[in-house]
């Protein structure tokens, strides 16, 4: 047996394939909560993203790479117009926050949109028939350790990291970055300043419904490649999505290592009992949703709130003329 | 600005106002609050549109639609409530929303900004440093970079909103430097403030504002504190020391403080080891710049934050930190800054909040049961003795203006025959009217030998009430005067955490 | 005063008349269709488990028309939403509730559910509480798993075959030793690697599995789980893959050996029936390969003909009773012999209660059980 079928080797491998759908979800919602907009709809937007991108695939017909593009772009726009209802909500209509995001996550979610979706079209019948395959661009998929991690996935990964980079750069070199951190961190500031914080908060909470989309269609075009009734095929990844913003302080460079240490996670218990480490896999499986209350918990105690760099608007509706 | 009306639901903030204001001059705006200034500024910055009337810049009618169009116009604004982005360099704050120059590429060139700031910061006297971040500066720190961001930007007119506020009169007096310079400059500087004394020292030219109308433009040097007064209260008013009162302090000790320290919210201590004595019957001032422990001190007298060492007694009775049942036994009575917050219950009728110290005995309750009818006979009474002007005794608290909320506040705290009376910012906010019936109270309080301890950033609202005047800085008692014989600049100092002579 | 009285009058008087036609109305129909009510653990296009189900009951509407009317209440994950969804099917009037899930009639409110609804029958697969209009049927998935397990035994060239499991409860042990025992058949010493995913139906769960145990070193997959993501994940990886309980060759058209697959629709209408005409009776049906319930989906192209003929073979042993899958001699992971030549477990309460695995499997039973 190589070093690459090794446990370690193939754990983080699969915390590569697993966190990316994470990572993309979470940059999305970085970039909302940046300009002061939360979206717990992530799950939803993921899932609504994940059924149109694998019914593109079913539809288009031609040859991979353009057809999967095209689904790409139909999963962003799906899940950017669900993130559309959410912004008219919070930012026009200046409802909750966290009530519109819920309600968005059970409309689109398992148990509705996407569900009505997959089963009008009777998606989970098709058999699947494009898919991101691995990618091996530098010729370096059989190095040892680093190849099978690194180099032997699939275009979304590669994108994602060049992604990662952008909203990093983007957000801390760019002008346009600085005013979305301010329109987060203090609207009236920004506003008086001449920056337009309904449009900076629209285009963001836009922008991150897409990269949910996004990341939901990294599950059926790519992990799984395939649709499944129910809210099974995404499978809470949203909300890790949403745990993971918080646990990265807010920083796409974190987001990315956090990604993959949920993504692995999830890959743990299987490849453990694989390998015959006998840890009870039902503790295993645990892990993530652990993680996650154990992030929120920590940094939900004031002390942190104040140190880890919250944008000190995320949740607050902007109103300008109150007096 | 000609003609500019502005209504807001039920309340018709400006009613027709013009004035014109000259490039290099300092031009005051002079009225109490409520007389229309920051809603005038409000427009003049593109926040609010006016229903009627319209400003000309340099001779010609501009619209703004949002403070972008305004500050393309070379309008900049320096808001009473700052607007910083606090975990924001100076040098990000300045940059930020500007696109010329620096903010117009796509990048931000950091090392750039900074120079420029430097520069400025250096030619205004307004020293701070490029790379620290807001929340690391003091206020009037702030304050420069608010006025750096609108040099930054080349601004033709510079609006500040009540500026001194938040000083110490030296750091007013470099204010003041500051804007003359830059009036010299040829810019102009709109200087809004109820203050008589900073107006007539910094302006040109004084607009005064009443009922949301233009009373008159004078000439700063035509005009004394006298006649100003008049026009933004429409009629004479007293500005000079309080006449000395009958009864002398007794002597008998009431409040006693000693080594009491607080832990701070942000961290750190907020009252580091304070010992105070009150004496019954005198009224003590604590004078100090926002934010250097006044606040916190008040909370802890009151029980409502809980101290991490050190006594507080009063008469022989020690309290228990943090217990403000208390401190209303030990009879504490306690105005707060924050009226409709921490003071009254807005939604809740007169009668309610006039109960709620009361309410737990008879006969305003009977058992666990509320006396309703004597809840509102007590409201009604209190309204009738400190002429709150309210409808009744059921309209919510909400309803009333600031002036009437005070009276309120202060019927219900005297109602219970106090022992100390702890009065923080009692007057801010309220016009000239209602700030000599408030000071008229407290003064009538310390007469009756309660102990009253002002809490105050007007030095002279201390300087006329005053028996007494500590001053306080970074959370310790640095000095205590006299008040007969304390100037504003020897206060000034102490403020600004200098030694006591 | 009076006037409102004769106004009151009229008024339900006419309410009255419209009631007595509109009941004469709607009996004017033959007769009423009998009420029947199936829920499901997953979507009804799960493309496993509850999807079989669904076939069955469409089998059952296609079988009686018009004199039935049924319904499914469908993603039902927890058994503790089963006492509301039970209440509000019985005030819409259905008269018999199968449900297709351990548990649901089971354990706790559940378990009392007959009691309260004393008219109504209900049906549950794969339990055992039998009462008096409370029935239990499941099938001898076993011997199916048995078979499917030689087509994966003969597919392995390195004798190490993955298996997807969800529960550690005994029908999944019994299923997994089954499958064990068939691929030894043709391929002796062969090892079976489990991997517990702790859930029904989880496409990601199942995934990842399927891709640990290929890294692990398996070269077929097969599983006990209901969705049929191994199988996808499988025909990327070019593995061959043994599905479970529905036919889902579509997922993998290349590598699609077979599977156990449960025919429901037959019990549904012969139980239907029985309780229409009033011959219905309660009991416990466990069908088999004998009565068609139970049998092997169509092959895969990778299923040798060779490898045909001996499943064919086999099957008639089971069917003529000459063999029994758990038949002596067994032998446990420690190599113990737990049943002896000669002797075969029997049904009740043997196979109900199995939480040993049998010699070649690898892992151990999962201590958790689904969720009730």
Known sequence: ?323 | ?501 | MRRKYVLGGLVLALVATGLVLAAAVSAKPEQKPYKVAFLYPAAHNDGGWAQAHEDGRLYLEKKLGGKVQTTYKENIFSNAQVPQIVAGLVRQGYQMIFGASFGMFENGVNGQLYKKYPDVLFEQATGLQIKKNQSEYFGAGEDTIYLSGMAAGAATKKGVIGYIVPFGIPEVVRHANAFALGAQVTHPGAKVKLIWTNAWYSPPKETAAAANLISAGADVLGQNVDSPAAGVYAEKKGIPWVGYDSNAQKSAPTQWLTAAVYNWGPYYLRRVKAAMNGTWKSGFYYGSINDGFTSLAPYGPKVTAKTKKLIAAKQKAIVSGKFSVFQGPLYDQKNKLMVPAGKKLKLLPDLYAMQWLVKGVVGKVSKVFPPG
């Open chain 1, 1 to 323: 047996m190589s070093v690459n079928d090794s446990l370690v080797v193939v754990v983080l491998a699969q915390a590569v394939l697993y966190g990316t759908p994470l990572l993309y979800a979470a940059l999305g919602e970085l970039l909302a909560e940046r300009s002061g907009v939360l979206n717990l709809g992530v799950e939803g937007m993921m899932l609504f993203g994940a059924a149109v991108g694998y019914w593109v695939t079913q539809s288009v017909h031609g040859a991979d790479a353009p057809v999967l593009v095209l689904a790409l772009v139909g999963a962003a726009l799906s899940g950017a117009a669900m993130a559309a209802i959410h912004a008219f909500l919070t930012i026009t209509l200046r409802a909750s926050q966290i009530v519109s995001g819920l309600a968005l996550t059970i409309f689109a979610g398992g148990l509705g949109l996407s569900a009505y979706f997959g089963a009008e079209l009777d998606l989970a019948s098709l058999p699947v028939t494009h898919q991101f395959a691995s990618l091996d661009v530098l010729g370096l998929a059989d190095l040892p350790v680093l190849g099978p991690i690194l180099f032997d996935q699939s275009a979304l990964v590669y994108a994602s990291w060049v992604l990662t980079l952008l909203v990093a750069v983007y957000l801390g070199r760019t002008r346009w970055g600085l005013n979305v951190r301010a329109v987060g961190e203090a609207p009236a500031s920004a506003d008086a300043m001449g920056i337009n914080v309904t449009r900076y908060r629209y285009i963001h909470v836009l922008v991150g419904g897409a990269l949910a989309g996004i990341g939901g269609a990294c599950f059926s075009l790519s992990i799984i490649p395939n649709w499944f009734a129910g809210d099974s095929l995404v499978n809470g990844a949203g909300w890790i999505a949403i745990a993971l913003v918080i646990f990265a302080f807010w920083r796409p460079g974190i987001c990315l290592v956090g990604a993959y240490l949920f993504g692995g996670l999830s890959a743990l218990p299987s490849a453990l009992q694989a390998h015959g480490v006998t840890i009870p896999p039902e503790f295993l499986y645990s892990l993530p949703y652990v993680m996650t209350i154990v992030v929120l918990v920590v940094v939900s105690t004031s002390l942190a709130k104040r140190r880890l760099g919250a944008p000190a608007a995320l949740g607050i509706p902007y109103v300008r003329e109150e007096r």
């Open chain 2, 1 to 501: 600005m000609v003609e500019v009306t502005k209504r807001f639901p039920g309340v018709l903030a400006n009613d027709a106002v013009s004035f014109e204001a000259a490039p290099g001059e300092v031009h005051a705006l002079l009225g109490e609050n409520g007389a229309g200034k920051t809603t005038l500024s409000n427009i003049l910055t593109g926040l609010y549109r006016p229903d009627e009337g319209q400003i000309e810049l340099f001779g010609e009618a501009v619209h703004f639609h949002s403070p972008r169009d305004a500050l393309d116009a070379g309008i900049c604004m320096v808001h009473q409530h700052f607007r910083l982005v606090e975990p924001f360099t100076v040098a990000e704050n300045v940059v930020l929303g500007d696109h010329r120059s620096e903010g117009k590429s796509f990048f931000v060139h950091s090392p750039a900004i900074e120079r420029r700031v430097a520069e400025l910061g250096e030619q205004y006297g307004l020293g701070v440093h490029p790379r620290s971040r807001i929340w690391q500066l003091s206020v009037g720190e702030q304050q420069r970079v608010e006025i750096l961001k609108a040099l930054y930007r080349e601004a033709r007119i510079l609006i500040m909103d009540e500026p001194t506020a938040v000083l110490t009169p030296q750091e007013a007096e470099a204010l003041f430097v500051t804007l003359r310079a830059m009036a010299e400059e040829g810019k102009t500087v709109i200087f809004i403030s109820h203050k008589l004394h900073e107006v007539t020292a910094v302006a040109d030219r004084v607009t005064v504002l009443r009922g949301g109308r233009t009373v008159e433009t004078v000439m700063a040097s035509d005009a004394t504190q006298r006649s100003l007064a008049a026009l933004m209260v429409g009629r004479e008013v007293d500005l000079g020391r309080s006449p000395e009162r009958k009864q002398k302090p007794s002597g008998d000790v009431v409040l006693e403080l000693d080594g009491v320290r607080v832990p701070g919210d942000r961290g750190g201590e907020a009252l580091k080891g304070v010992a105070l004595v009150l004496r019954s019957g005198e009224i003590v001032a604590v004078a100090g710049v926002a934010g250097n422990g006044q606040r916190e001190l008040a909370e802890t007298i009151s029980g409502m934050r809980a101290s991490s060492a050190g006594t507080i007694r009063v008469g022989a009775r020690e309290l228990h930190p943090g217990d403000p049942r208390d401190a209303i036994k030990a009879g504490v009575a306690h105005i707060p800054e924050d009226r409709l917050g921490t003071g009254l219950a807005p939604s809740l009728s007169i009668s309610r909040n006039a109960a709620f110290k009361t309410y737990r005995t008879a006969p305003i309750s009977w058992g666990p049961f509320l006396a309703v009818k004597r809840m509102a006979e007590l409201a009604r009474s209190l309204i009738k003795r400190y002429d709150v002007k309210a409808p009744g005794p059921e309209t919510p608290a909400r309803n009333l203006s600031g002036g009437n909320l005070q009276k309120l506040m202060l019927g219900r705290e005297f109602h219970g025959d106090p022992k100390v009376l702890i009065a923080a910012q009692p007057t801010r906010g309220l016009d000239v009217g209602a700030i000599e019936t408030v000071h008229g109270f407290l003064r009538d309080a310390a007469s009756n030998g309660v102990a009253v301890l002002l809490i105050s950033e007007d030095l002279d609202e201390i300087l006329a009430l005053a028996d007494r005047v500590v001053v306080m800085y970074e959370g310790a008692i640095v000095g205590e005067l006299d008040a007969a014989s304390a100037t504003v600049e020897e206060l000034g100092y102490l403020m600004a955490g200098g030694e006591a002579r």
